[in-house]
């Protein structure tokens, strides 16, 4: 419950961040909301020397129309995505994505940033990006470089941004209002899903992306070749544990999750 | 109009709704040091070597103390028959015998400080293998307690002979796993102690004051004249806070030893492995009858996992004995009980202690056999009722059931839940194939409350002002104490309900008590306070009678008025607080129960299970809660209403899990997925009332009930949902993997005529 | 920080969780700890008038911050219109959980003022109460929800 000690700094804005995360090296962990890192610390599972806060640079909190696509500030809460106006007119998805993170005090703190940056397969907005070919931009002391979401994220908790580097936009192209289901299973409403399935037709294509079906959200290639090939629903669900890892825990054997994943394509599919 | 019966809202709402209450941990305890313990982290090891040197050398450290150093004889057991070397010790010894046991212990002088002196305690483990299974444990391969030669803690063996169902047309069998659960109070486990040099005053997070102070006394070698005991707002125990548990102790004698005031409270993740565990049976039940739904013969194997030491679950299988035939009048019973430690959390009482698991088993095994002959469970279970006019009935397992209507509670039940078309809606999605199956769950069942029999104590006492101090000896976490027993007072006394005062939990100012437990607390402690209040204004009337110059034989209460008065001249009256004037006015009770009480119940669930998924969601649970005459229905709808939740939740959600190794895979609130709001549904509640003959309120225990009888009604109901796809049965919890797995491995149903 | 519209200025180390400097440093006890990880959300209180869990948030976190707990609720001693709901509708128990429970239903009248049972249900899924079955919760929450929408 009490975390171990550490040393506390606040960065006031990307820059400064970038600076005391180079300054601190291996040792510093960045705090956006604390959703995922808080909780880590508590059970002292991470112990980092130093904390650098970023909670505070507001000027990394947004959602705009960048004209051909939208950009969305790292430090954006999971709130105000559920709330976003411009997400309702241009990426519906993501916004009732959002709405399905955590619990409402979690989306009050917890920014998408930190989301992305955790890289928990089993969250539900990095399906959603990568479902959307999101590309993120992201800050170091070397400059700025952007990575698609389909190259981000690594391996469990393991991701392409590097320790003196700091997540600053997503972008994600413009998918209209609708046009998009996402089945979330899981026990409780609060809790993580078992496995998540998000169907989304972008620019003509039919996008599948899977929650915690392997080490990194995944999208089901089978599936959506399927369907661009012209095959039914059904057939193409029938495909959708294809190529996936999916882990064993208390709620769930993968033999379970793969069928899990099947009918919850089919029902999404179905539902677009 | 008298306010018994009436919805009268709570006096202890107040304080809970804008400050919070005072609960231990909110406790100002000026200079008080912080204990935390150092915990085993393996199921079951020698202890090589415990080194506490860097942890004494980090700031703030005040004490390190091992058992070596701390001078406390082992718990005393729980029953005569179980082996003596199956002691627990307050601190591990030489052995650790699951993951949670006490190894050590730091005083520091702030929280955090003692957190991290705590992780600074190195401990070396020479691993032993770990028994985590009952079935496993029986063979005794492993053994916890080497000397004792056996895993066996307690035994009570079947005396049934071969020809136990010899004359039925129809034997049904099932195994049922009754499995683990933790009773997760809100708040967790939390204790202060201060000694001073003659007294120690201990702040207990207990349903069970008094109790704890015989504990405490005995522990540290006191009269219980030296330990006062303290218990402010207890946040839920539901039988787990019922015993008094080693960290308590160690805190009390941590007080004394160092003569400074000491303070703990534990993490979740501590209390999910070191309070106590409940349920934990494994059972095989066998009923027997005839074709046309007659039941003839029950046995029932118990086999009841313990945990690492053989402690509050030891006599849980008495309960389940004595309640095993439920409210069904079979001619034979049988119970087989054999209880097995395990390298696992000890387990205790746990809302209903015993009588759940036997209503678990026997309603389960009753919709076997109805599927078994083809005959509506609801009907099957009419036709075995026990029939009102046989009260008191005594069963072949010599419980000696009070009063009951059960036939009544059934058919409310199924009027209000619209049985018939229930069952119409089912066949139709049955016949269309749908994805999301319905289905409904009966269980009935007859619970013991106060089964202990113990006394209460009451008192009250009016003040010079006119309002009045009532004292239990039962202690609240929750039910309404001060409000159910002030509403006792003031319709006897005419003292306005807010002038009453209820005090509880407090050694020192309540002399005895036996706490709350086995839903006594009504129909024991308000009975005890009933009591008092009927000397009192015998006292009163004494008093008024001096008063008026009358005698006492002429002069009456008027309830209404809160005044007496010589019967006739009601204007000439003694207010209470005229008659409190000259002198104290107070009586004090104890209730002598002529024996337990047995409340009943019909419960109907409706569930939809996803048969692709395997997932189920609770639609509908209809309750007919019987535990006789109603002081508050407030407070009783909130009883059943948690009880619901609660039992619902075993039968779909909750399991405390090890994996082989006897590590805990569920020690903390997001693994242990107790649900929240948003995985029930609004119940529906059926008001009756049998009242007991044996208690002046009529009042039997509510407590546990809702418990009881919801876990098999939704456990039914999900494998009813099934029935038709060839599914028998399914282990709890009904998780949507155990639903998808009980669904693969059904047989496939017999193709109907015409396809 | 304000907490309940006082201003608080403590020194803590950085590792001080919200709830311990509300129980602790400012001695506001009503807000409670009832797990390790996030899931009950018997510490929710309001940081800027929303709902968040002081278990998941360092107290420098919240420096600058406006911060309304249970004792803080009430305007004198006339109650919130969810306080005098519990009440009524007996939503509470034990009371463990109910300084949380009072602060999300708060919150989520303040962003979805008519809500539905479902809408009410979903809102308090951070909420874990062991006692009421949540019945009264909902049904107090719901209560509370005409009471504030008849007086605006």
């Given amino acids: 419950m009490i975390p171990a000690a550490f040393d506390y700094v606040r960065a006031d804005s990307a820059e400064a961040a970038i600076g005391l995360v180079a300054e601190h090296g291996d040792e510093a962990k960045l705090l956006a909301g604390g959703m995922s890192l808080i909780p880590l610390m508590k059970l002292r599972l991470a112990t980092p020397a130093v904390i650098v806060d970023i909670g505070r640079v507001r000027d990394l909190s947004y959602v705009r129309d960048a004209g051909d696509h939208l950009a969305i500030g790292a430090l954006t809460r999971h709130r105000d995505l559920e709330t976003s106006d411009v997400l309702a007119r241009d990426c519906g998805v993501l916004r009732a994505v959002a709405a399905q993170v955590g619990d409402n005090q979690v989306r009050h703190r917890g920014t998408i940033g930190g989301s992305v940056a955790h890289g928990d397969p089993a969250s539900d907005l990095p399906a959603a990006l990568v479902a959307l070919d999101a590309t993120f931009v992201v800050r170091g002391p070397g400059g700025e470089r952007t990575v698609a979401a389909t190259d981000f994220f690594r391996g469990f908790l393991e991701t392409a941004l590097g320790p003196d580097e700091l997540l600053c936009e997503i972008r994600v192209p413009k998918s209209g209002p609708n046009g998009y289901a996402y089945e979330k299973f899981n026990r409780r409403a609060q809790d993580w899903a078992i496995v998540g399935a998000l169907a989304a037709r972008v620019g003509g294509t039919t996008r599948v992306a899977l929650v915690n079906m392997g080490p990194v959200p995944l999208r089901a290639a089978a599936v959506e070749e399927a369907l661009a090939a012209g095959g039914s629903v059904p057939d193409a669900a029938a495909l959708a544990a294809e190529g996936t890892e999916p882990p064993h825990d208390l709620n769930a054997s993968p033999e379970y999750r793969e069928h899990l994943a099947r009918v919850l394509v089919r029902r999404a599919l179905e539902a677009l | ?755 | 920080m304000t907490v309940n519209g006082t201003a608080h200025d403590h020194d803590v180390e950085p590792r001080t969780l919200l709830v311990q400097y509300l129980r602790e440093a400012c001695g506001l006890t009503g807000t409670k700890v009832g797990c390790d990880t996030s899931s009950c959300g018997a510490c929710t209180v309001l940081v800027d008038g929303e709902s968040v869990k002081s278990c998941t948030m360092f107290a420098a976190q919240a420096d600058g911050a406006s911060v309304t707990t249970i004792e803080g609720l009430a305007d004198g001693d006339r109650w919130h219109p969810v306080q005098q709901a519990f009440h009524e509708h007996h939503g509470l128990q034990c009371g463990y959980c109910t300084a949380g429970m009072v602060m999300a239903a708060v919150s989520l009248l303040d962003e979805v003022p008519e809500p539905t049972e479902r809408d009410v249900r979903l809102g308090l899924e951070g909420n874990l109460c062991r006692c009421t079955g949540y019945h009264n919760i909902v049904k107090a929450v719901l209560a509370a929800a005409e009471t504030m929408r008849a007086a605006r």
């Fill in chain 2, 1 to 755: 109009m008298s306010i018994l019966g009436t919805r009268v809202l709570r006096a202890e709402d107040a304080r809970l709704l804008t400050t919070g209450g005072t609960f231990i941990d909110g406790l100002a305890l000026p200079d008080a040091l912080h204990v935390a313990f150092v915990r085993s982290p393996v199921a079951h090891a020698r202890i090589e070597s415990v080194d506490t040197t860097a942890a004494r050398s980090r700031p703030g450290v005040v004490a390190v103390l091992t058992a070596g150093d701390v001078d406390l004889p082992p718990e005393p057991r729980s029953h005569r028959r179980v082996p003596d070397a199956m002691e627990r010790p307050r601190i591990a010894r030489d052995v650790v015998r699951f993951v949670g046991e006490v190894v050590a212990v730091v005083v520091a002088g702030s929280r955090a400080q003692a957190a991290d002196a705590a992780e600074a305690v190195v401990v070396e483990y020479d691993p032993l293998p770990a028994v985590v299974d009952p079935e496993a444990a029986r063979r005794d391969e492993v053994l916890l307690f080497p000397d004792a030669g056996t895993n066996v803690a307690f035994s009570m063996p079947s005396r049934a002979g071969d020809d136990f169902f010899a004359g039925c047309e129809v034997v049904v069998e099932q195994r049922i796993v009754n499995q683990r659960v933790a009773p997760c109070p809100l708040e967790v486990r939390a204790a202060a102690a201060r000694w001073d040099g003659r007294r120690l005053t201990q702040w207990a997070c207990t349903q069970n004051p008094h109790g704890t102070r015989a504990g405490l006394a005995a522990a540290l070698g006191l009269d219980t004249g030296a330990v006062r005991v303290v218990t402010p707002d207890v946040g839920g125990g539901f039988g787990a806070k019922h015993g008094t548990y080693p960290e308590e102790v160690i805190v009390a004698w941590l007080a004394r030893r160092l003569a400074r005031p000491v303070r703990w409270v534990e993490t979740r993740g501590e209390s999910m492995c070191a309070l106590g565990h409940g349920r934990a049976q494994v059972q095989v039940a066998r009923l027997g009858g005839t074709r046309d739904g007659r039941l003839l013969a029950y046995r029932l194997e118990v086999l009841q996992d313990v945990g690492a030491y053989p402690s509050g679950a030891t006599l849980l299988p008495y309960m389940t004995r004595m309640m095993a035939s439920g409210v069904y009048d079979i001619p034979a019973v049988d119970v087989d009980v054999v209880d097995v430690v395990t390298n696992t959390t000890p387990v205790e009482a746990y809302r209903g202690a015993g009588r759940p698991e036997a209503t678990a088993a026997l309603e389960r095994v009753v919709d076997r056999f109805a599927a078994e002959i083809g005959l509506d469970p609801a009907e099957v279970r009419r036709r075995n009722l026990v029939a009102p006019d046989r009260f008191p009935f005594t069963t072949p397992t010599k419980a000696t059931y009070d009063s009951g209507a059960y036939e009544a509670a059934l058919d409310r039940v199924l009027e209000a839940a619209g049985y018939p078309r229930l069952r119409a809606e089912q066949a139709a999605r049955r016949d269309r194939g749908d994805t999301r199956q319905l289905g409904i769950g009966l269980s009935m069942y007859v619970e013991i409350t106060n089964p202990g029999g113990e006394p209460e104590y009451g008192s009250v006492e009016v003040r010079a002002d006119g309002t009045a101090v009532a004292r239990t000896g039962t202690s609240a976490h929750g039910q309404g104490h001060d409000t159910a027993f002030a509403m006792i007072v003031s319709a006897a006394t005419g003292i306005p309900f807010e002038a009453i005062e209820v005090r509880h939990g407090d050694t020192d100012d309540v002399p005895r008590g036996h706490g709350t437990g086995g839903s006594r607390s009504l129909q024991a402690g308000g009975s005890a306070i009933s009591g008092a209040v009927d000397l009192l204004i015998e006292r009163a009337r004494e008093r008024a009678a001096e008063l008026l110059e009358a005698n006492p034989g002429d002069v009456v209460i008027d309830p209404g008025r809160g005044v007496f008065h010589v019967a006739g001249t009601p204007a000439l009256a003694r207010s209470w607080a005229e008659l409190a004037r000259p002198g104290p006015l107070a009586a004090e009770y104890d209730f002598e129960p002529p024996g337990a009480t047995f409340p009943f119940g019909a419960h109907l669930a409706v569930v939809e299970v996803d048969t692709e998924t395997g997932r189920v969601e609770l639609v509908r649970h209809v309750a007919c809660d019987d535990a006789g005459t109603v002081l508050n229905p407030l407070l009783f709808d909130g009883q059943v209403h948690g009880g619901i939740a609660q039992g619902a939740a075993q039968a779909l959600f909750e399991e405390f899990v090890y994996d082989a190794d006897g590590n805990p895979r569920t020690a903390n609130l997001a693994d242990y997925a107790f649900p929240s709001a948003a995985e029930l549904p609004s119940f529906e509640r059926v008001p009756m009332e049998t009242p007991t003959p044996l208690n002046p309120l009529g009042a039997k225990g509510v407590g546990e009930a809702g418990t009881i009888g919801a876990t098999p009604a939704v456990h039914n109901a999900v494998v009813d949902a099934l029935a038709h796809l060839g599914v028998r049965h399914v282990d709890m919890p009904c998780t949507p993997e155990h639903v998808w797995l009980a669904l693969r491995s059904a047989a496939p149903p017999p193709a109907r005529a015409g396809e």
